[in-house]
């Protein structure tokens, strides 16, 4: 089991930006798409992006034309870039491998996530 390590939340305003980063190793999880998904306190786990290792990419509607998901497979980095933040997009931001198929990726699915990092907006 490997962990994936999480990195660059923080606070910002309504309005603004923030790049997330994800070390993820895809051949280790070669049937697997990568992505994210958020938490915040007494809520539900909550999917919000994938990509598949052939490059297309799966999103939650309520972050469709705000987010994009990257990878860079050289250096197992997936990336989360948040614009037009919205104080519902506060959480804490894991990454990790998710079960997808077909276009479709299934919350309940991902295994190997890390600590996660926070993600504050404030209105």
């Known amino acids: 089991q490997v962990q994936a390590v999480e990195s660059g939340g923080g606070s910002v305003q309504s309005g603004g930006s923030l790049r997330l980063s994800c070390k993820a190793s895809r051949y280790i999880y070669s049937n697997y798409c990568l992505g994210w998904f958020r938490q915040a306190p007494g809520k539900e786990r909550e999917g919000v992006a994938a990509i598949d290792s052939d490059g297309s990419t799966m999103y939650d509607d309520s972050v469709k034309g705000r987010f994009t998901i990257s990878e860079d497979s050289d250096k197992k980095l997936v990336y989360l870039q948040m614009n037009s933040l919205k104080p519902e997009d506060t959480a804490m931001y894991h990454c990790?491998?998710?079960?997808?198929?077909?276009?479709?990726?299934?919350?309940?699915?991902?295994?190997?996530w890390g600590q996660g990092t926070q993600v504050t907006v404030s209105s």
């Open positions: 990790g491998a998710v079960v997808c198929y077909d276009g479709t990726y299934y919350v309940e699915g991902f295994r190997d």
